[in-house]
């Protein structure tokens, strides 16, 4: 092989490398396109409007989705619970905000099955509230998203964060 040849033997491999490295859309959250897999701790998901199952990087990201015009259509949506690691149905875990743990998007909304399992972790993280699934408005995710949660955070609390 001569050095042109293998010049164009390098620059195929690279071209197939590349391709190879674009998976199938559905391993990217939808709403953020981060690697889902990423972030094992935190995927959530959906049956979308065609029936196919989507998956998000966090619940933040498929509550947006859903919340959405683009996704009103979904159903069966599921969270990674956060301390068994189970998926769940969203109607069965509570949602804990404004905590210390931070998901994929930063603050995270995190799922906790049972409401003394949701209590514990609000203690034991510093959380402002426990949500059930049908609080999560588009209102409430600029909220979490804002980091800002002005009906229960004094500005003690706010300090403490830095
Ligand atoms: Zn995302």
Redo the contacts with the bound molecule.
């Keep these: 092989m001569n050095s042109k040849q293998l010049l164009k033997f390098l620059m195929l491999g690279a071209a197939v490398w590349l391709l190879a490295g674009c998976g199938p859309t559905g391993d990217r ?1 939808r ?4 690697v889902v897999d990423d972030h094992p701790r935190w995927v959530a998901g959906l049956i979308d409007e065609r029936g196919v199952e989507e998956r ?3 619940p ?2 498929m509550f947006a989705h859903w919340r959405s015009p683009a996704g009103a259509a979904g159903k069966d949506a599921w969270v990674t619970e956060y301390y068994t690691q189970q998926r769940l149905p969203v109607p069965e875990v509570y949602f804990v905000m404004g905590s210390d743990v931070m998901g ?2 930063g603050r995270a909304l995190v799922p906790v099955a049972g409401q003394a399992a949701a209590e514990g972790f609000l203690q034991d993280h510093r959380g402002t509230r426990i949500l059930s699934p049908e609080e999560i408005t588009a209102e409430l995710l600029r909220e979490v998203a804002s980091g800002v949660t002005p009906d229960s955070a004094t500005p003690t609390d706010i300090e403490d964060l830095h």
């Design positions: 959250c709403k953020c396109g981060m998000f990087c966090s933040r990201c994929p998007m």
